[in-house]
């Protein structure tokens, strides 16, 4: 349908005024605690977009984002609900270090394709197990991912503490639980002096080719078929309970990626604190948000996670600057989350509005048959 | 389409705010006489956990009124860092604005220090819990600091052993890793040491914070017999409070415990990070801007046992816990665990 | 050396206790999922009902003010989450991991500011039954639990009562199952899923409380640390059947207990993989048994009239 310019610059206003709702209520507890909301918020676009460096954070910590997300499109629009994402990065994660630890000596062209194949076959698998455990045997996926999660974790932990402890470590009596570092010559390319790697520029083309499999390719089509109307498509004589489990593989196969990008490109190493948001940073969640604030759209989600990027680490920023809890941040955070899906609705409402003014104004389009979003 | 259009749009508005926001702001360097000493510290879970992060931060107040003030020393936290490469995020920036210090007060910190510290040669970092300064490997300003916690996990055992009836002895623990680790082996060998037929129970609950399953354990433990019980973490307040609820004795360990529950807690192994701390900014205030390591230990009464007031210890006990501190000190008590 | 005997009746009765927040919490959720609307937000509620217990109940000293208080915060939560869902019709996957945000931050900040440090309370009382307490095996087992834990298992009969014998349940189900018919029926859908939400939150608050003035009588923060998952889990395991609810929460519960026990006993395996197990257990149960439920047809969807 023709939407004018000025229309989509409306519909921008929606999502970013609720946010910049969610910041005045967060201004009035700064203001509580003392704090200059002025002051805060400079820290924390400052922290977000302000130098080079932390545009570059900004783009490290959306990539994870947009790489769980694009999974959670493909999930989504499969129908499925993917909230295993942070398992998925774990066992992404270890299988990668795994192989670059275990051939030490390999030339760097060649490792790195093999550690992003080896992490999304590991992600694929953790996520494929929920997938086959919803389409042949009906065990419901938010469950399963849920409990896959903390499997990983505790698989993590065993693994880092025990196998793969770093030799250095297994000698001391801490016993830091990490793996020894990677080969220099495994590291994904960095823009010096900032932290930016290439599994951002990755992340992006991901996102289109993403974009061109699920509307270009005939699985694409099948999987938002199957998402969009599984017994039309059952009828249609598509093997639903296959593509079902495809949905899922892949959604895991992003995500053992992001655990891949995190180790190859930021640690260097795998470390844990003995939870999963020590390693991911809580990116299989949030990427979750991520996908959905970008309209579960590969394309779309690329900047939403950038946004979201942005404030998780310009929040952190501001906590250095203007020494708040970092509570408050994630408190800030989740009102962000519930207002800005809420403006959905506002959105959507005004949406509607203009189309009922455009068609009053013009004779009515030749309908078109119903297709998958 | 509209959606690639949002996203351009989007890109466009991020360019422009970083357009906006121009350069880092430009710190005036002050004059050097009237300037504080400068401390920024990273930190893993929260200031008032009490345990690992209350221990440095109780430090940084001490040691800030030691050194005459806020006009002296000047210091800013960031906790709740338990995302790594937050926290690397954090400590890259806190160097480039400028601190004389840096601490990276978490043993998982360590591969990121090894990273930032050569881009900051004129900042000093600290790393702890650890004995690595990566002086090996050519970087000369890193100090590192660890505790000992396994000879105050001693003589917590020590004490254990000999109040417990039952024989039986429940600990609760995190992940098996680090600090945790040298205390509960430190703390098990006490116990052993004093009463061979001794049991100790360990229950390591793989998790920072769940308290709950802490308490679960603990009841556990009770159930099995144990009459002691220690542990270690921040989600041990939950166990704290099951053995108070059942007048099970408890010995802590990273700060003092005794207020959560005065009945029973018997003893705490208390960290003290200014012995660390001190040295540090005498040698940076000198020029030296690390290589050196810093150890808590009983003799340099960077841990102490803080015995629990309102708990009435039977002299005996606190002998054979004054002895035992004795021995480790003068070393004719070898602990086999832990140092190198 | 302890008795097989007295292991199991301690991993029993550990187990007993173990359930009493998933069950608070997960009862709530499969009201508020049987009405159509998945809450992800139980953990948030769970932590701001936890610490407005906490914190009522330690500057008072009265525990029932605390539960007052954990009702009174639920309330607000769950309105929140049904203003947002029912009739902002957001995303509700995405609002419930924002309004899990939301509660895990304030619940902290609030805990920060306003007490400063882990502290504890007297809390809610054990119960005491005459001469029932004091059988030998069995009192243990059974009547010597907190006041919280019993009112947790009270909870499974009443919404199964609720649910299958009065009319608000079939109220209730219209709408998960069929809200356009239900809405042509007369029965608003709207205000049907404001009761089921608003009730979810105020029964996952008191399921924190059953845990920072019940079970532990100490708050932390995070101090859930993902229980409200797991709850939400449960009703998945449960097929939204109250009673089945009830025994994936024991199911869980009981292997955790089993977990501690293979620690203790000092069984030689891996601590990382005994804390595994109950996630595992609950994942195998369910393929062994073989599912034939299917979620509430209108779960997620906002209702809109046609």
New interface residues.
């Given amino acids: 349908m023709p939407t004018s310019w000025r229309a989509r610059l409306v519909d921008l206003l929606y999502p970013l005024g609720a946010a910049a709702l969610a910041f005045v209520l967060g201004a009035l507890v700064l203001a509580a605690l003392g704090v200059s909301p002025v002051e805060a918020y400079a820290a924390l676009l400052r922290g977000a977009f302000g130098t080079r460096n932390a545009l570059a954070e900004t783009l490290v910590k959306a990539t994870p984002l947009l790489l769980v997300g694009l999974g959670i499109c493909v999930a989504f629009r499969g129908q499925v609900i993917n909230i295993g994402g942070e398992g998925q990065m774990i066992v992404g994660a270890l299988l990668a270090t795994a192989l670059g630890l275990a051939w030490p000596d390999a030339p760097g062209w060649l490792l790195i394709p093999l550690a992003m194949a080896v992490a999304m076959v590991g992600g694929a698998v953790w996520g494929g197990i929920p997938g086959v455990l919803k389409a042949y045997y009906n065990v419901n996926e938010i469950l399963s991912t849920i409990m896959m999660n903390a499997i990983a974790v505790q698989l993590m932990n065993y693994l880092l503490r025990g196998p793969m402890i770093d030799p250095v470590q297994a000698q001391r009596a801490s016993q830091i639980p990490q793996t020894a570092a990677l080969n220099v010559a495994y590291r994904l390319p960095r823009w010096v002096p900032t932290r930016l790697h290439l599994g951002a520029a990755l992340a992006v083309l991901l996102a289109f080719a993403v974009y061109f499999w699920l509307w270009r390719t005939g699985w694409g089509y099948r999987i938002r078929a199957v998402g969009y109307n599984p017994h039309a498509s059952r009828y249609a004589g598509i093997p639903v309970k296959r593509y079902t489990v495809l949905a899922l593989v892949l959604s895991g196969a992003l995500a053992g990626l992001a655990g891949m990008v995190q180790v190859y490109g930021v640690n260097y190493r795998m470390i844990t604190d003995g939870s999963a948001t020590g390693f991911t940073g809580g990116a299989g969640f949030n990427g979750i948000v991520a996908a959905l604030l970008g309209q579960l759209h590969p394309l779309g989600t690329i900047p939403a996670a950038v946004l979201f990027g942005a404030l998780l680490v310009g929040a952190n920023a501001m906590q250095r600057a203007v020494q708040v809890p970092s509570a408050l941040v994630t408190a800030l955070n989740g009102l962000v989350v519930v207002f800005v899906v809420s403006s959905e609705y506002f959105r959507r409402r005004a949406q509607r509005r203009r189309l009922l003014e455009q068609t009053r104004a013009t004779p009515p389009a030749p309908a078109r048959g119903p297709s998958p979003r | 389409m ?6 351009a ?3 466009g508005l ?1 360019l422009g ?2 357009a906006c ?5 430009t710190q005036a360097p002050a004059a050097e006489e009237a300037r504080p000493f400068r401390i ?1 510290v990273v930190m ?1 879970s ?1 200031i ?3 345990a690992f992060s209350q221990s440095m931060y109780d430090a940084l107040v001490k040691l800030q009124q030691d050194m005459g003030g806020p006009a002296k020393l000047e210091f ?11 926290a ?3 400590i ?3 160097a ?1 604005q400028g601190y004389d210090l840096v601490i990276a007060h ?3 910190y ?3 220090l090894q ?1 930032i510290a050569p ?1 900051f040669p004129e900042t000093s970092f600290a790393w702890g ?3 690595d300064t990566f002086k090996e490997m050519g970087i000369d300003n890193v100090f590192a600091y ?1 505790a000992r916690s ?1 000879q105050g996990g001693y003589v917590n055992g020590v004490m254990a052993a000999l109040l417990s009836q039952s024989g039986v002895i ?1 600990v609760v623990g ?6 945790a ?2 205390y509960i082996d430190g703390f098990k060998a006490g116990v052993l040491a004093t009463n061979p037929d001794a049991q100790v ?13 802490a ?3 603990a ?3 009770i ?3 144990a009459d002691v019980m220690t542990g270690t973490a ?2 041990v ?2 166990a ?3 053995a ?2 059942h007048g099970v004795l408890w010995f802590g360990t990273q700060a003092d415990q005794s ?3 005065p009945e029973i807690v018997v003893a705490n192994q208390v960290y003290d990070w200014t012995v660390a701390l001190k040295p540090m900014v005498e040698n940076i205030q000198k020029g030296v801007r690390g290589g050196e390591a810093y150890s808590l230990t009983l003799a340099n009464g960077g841990l102490t046992i803080q015995y629990n007031p309102a708990f009435n210890l039977p002299a005996e006990v606190k002998d054979a816990a004054q002895k035992t501190i004795q021995g480790i000190i003068d070393g004719s008590i070898q602990i086999p ?4 | 050396m302890e008795s097989w005997g007295n292991i199991l009746l301690g991993i029993a009765a550990s187990g007993i206790r173990l359930a009493t927040p998933y069950l608070y919490a997960a009862m709530g959720e499969t009201l508020s999922q049987r009405s159509g609307v998945l809450n992800l937000g139980v953990e948030g509620q769970m932590l701001m009902g936890a610490f407005a217990a906490f914190y009522v109940a330690y500057r008072t000293g009265s525990a029932g003010l605390g539960l007052l208080a954990a009702v009174g915060v639920g309330l607000l939560m769950g309105l929140a989450m049904a203003f947002v869902s029912v009739h902002l019709h957001a995303e509700q996957g995405i609002s419930g991991i924002g309004f899990y945000l939301f509660g895990l931050g304030l619940s902290d900040l609030l805990f920060q500011k306003l007490l400063g440090t882990v502290d504890s309370v007297q809390g809610v009382p054990d119960a005491h039954f005459p001469l029932l307490s004091d059988l030998p095996v069995l009192g243990e087992l059974f009547f010597r639990h907190n006041w919280m834990v019993y009112g947790a298992y009270a909870l499974v009969p009443l919404v199964w009562f609720v649910l299958n014998k009065t009319p608000w349940g079939l109220m209730i189900k219209a709408a998960g199952e069929n809200p356009h018919a239900a809405d042509s029926l007369g029965v608003s859908i709207a205000k049907v899923r404001y009761a089921t939400v608003t009730l979810g939150g105020v029964l996952s608050a008191l399921g924190g409380a059953s845990l920072s003035i019940g079970l532990l009588k100490i708050f932390q923060q995070n101090m859930t640390s993902g229980l409200g998952f797991i709850a939400v889990a449960l009703v998945y395991f449960g097929s939204w059947r109250p009673v089945g609810v009830l025994l994936g929460a024991l199911l869980f519960s009981l292997v955790n207990a089993l977990q501690l026990w293979v620690q203790v006993l000092g069984l030689p395996i891996p601590a990382d993989f005994a804390v595994m197990a109950p996630y595992v257990l609950t994942i195998v149960v369910l393929v062994l048994v073989v599912q034939r439920a299917r979620p509430p047809a209108a779960l997620t969807k906002p209702f809109v009239r046609e």
């Fill in positions: 509209r959606r690639l259009f949002l996203f749009l989007l890109v991020a705010l970083v926001g121009g350069g880092e702001a920024a893993p929260a008032n956990d009490m800013v936290y960031s906790e709740n860092m338990y995302v790594v490469d937050d690397a995020a954090a890259r920036d806190y480039s978490g043993s998982q360590g591969s990121s990273e881009d819990t650890t004995v660890e396994e429940g995190p992940i098996e890793t680090g600090d680790k040298l129970n360990v229950n390591y609950i793989g998790s920072f914070s769940d308290t709950a399953l308490a679960e354990a009841k556990t433990h159930q099995a017999g921040q989600m307040v939950g704290i409070s099951v108070k609820d207020s959560l529950a665990v832990g140092g190198e």
